[in-house]
Nanobody, 117 residues
Framework: QVQLVESGGGLVQAGGSLRLSCIASGITFRWYAIGWYRQAPGKQRDLVATITAGGTTNYADSVKGRFTISRDNAKNTMYLQLDSLEPEDTAVYYC???????????WGQGTQVTVSS
């Protein structure tokens, strides 16, 4: 079975940092593009950052310069480094893997990030 397990969320003060991890199993990880999304209560799930199978990255304007997406194919793991956190970053963060060739997509269970003032 395909499984994505997230960790690293927590409570942090404004200006602090967190590192989110997502470990994938049951797939050939290196074939997939990776994305991190977030969803605050009552709001839509928004794309935060992506990294392709070839290593090309892209970021939402709201996090550019503060967040960094990366992947370690040898460990089947994706990361999101969150620096200079703001209260507006408070949300449940979800990892996603997808392969455009087949249209297959999988989601992690989510991890809560709470940033206090």
């Amino acid at each position: 079975q395909v499984q994505l397990v997230e960790s690293g969320g927590g409570l942090v003060q404004a200006g602090g940092s967190l590192r989110l991890s997502c470990i994938a199993s049951g797939i050939t990880f290196r074939w997939y593009a990776i994305g991190w999304y977030r969803q605050a209560p009552g709001k839509q799930r928004d794309l935060v950052a992506t990294i392709t199978a070839g290593g090309t990255t892209n970021y939402a304007d709201s996090v550019k310069g503060r967040f960094t997406i990366s992947r370690d194919n040898a460990k089947n793991t994706m990361y999101l480094q969150l620096d200079s956190l703001e209260p507006e970053d408070t949300a449940v963060y979800y990892c996603n893997i997808n392969r455009n060739l087949t249209g297959v997509s999988f989601w992690g269970q989510g991890t809560q990030v709470t940033v206090s003032s």
